[in-house]
């Protein structure tokens, strides 16, 4: 079975530069036809997917956020990475790492970000 485990900083400043990373055991991330998928649940509200780099290093994002986010892997250590850049507090949330791509099969523990002076 994969197992997830996000890791990064807490608290990143506004204008700033939001990375995490999350690393992967159990399975490679280079398994042909396995995603992996971020995803943020803000404060007292929903899930909110931001985007994916697949097997084949491939990478979707929502639209919303694209402007500003960036995934990539590091297949020597079986991980990926999210970068979103020019934070704002909107950015505060929970951050998970997941593998899938429609079907969310396993997921990180999740890590709190707070974007704050």
């Known amino acids: 079975q994969v197992q997830l485990q996000e890791s990064g900083p807490g608290l990143v400043k506004p204008s700033q530069t939001l990375s995490l990373t999350c690393t992967v055991s159990g399975g490679s991330i280079t398994t042909n036809n396995y995603y992996w998928t971020w995803i943020r649940q803000p404060p007292g509200k929903g899930l909110e997917w931001i985007g994916y780099?697949?097997?084949?290093?491939?990478?979707s994002y929502s639209p919303s956020l694209k402007s500003r986010t960036s995934i990539s892997r590091d297949t020597s250590k079986n991980q990926f990475t999210l970068q979103l850049s020019s934070v704002t507090p909107e950015d505060t949330a929970a951050y998970y790492c997941?593998?899938?791509?429609?079907?969310?099969?396993?997921w990180g523990q999740g890590t709190q970000v707070t974007v704050s002076s």
């Open positions: 780099i697949a097997y084949s290093g491939s990478t």
């Open positions: 997941t593998r899938g791509r429609i079907v969310l099969a396993e």
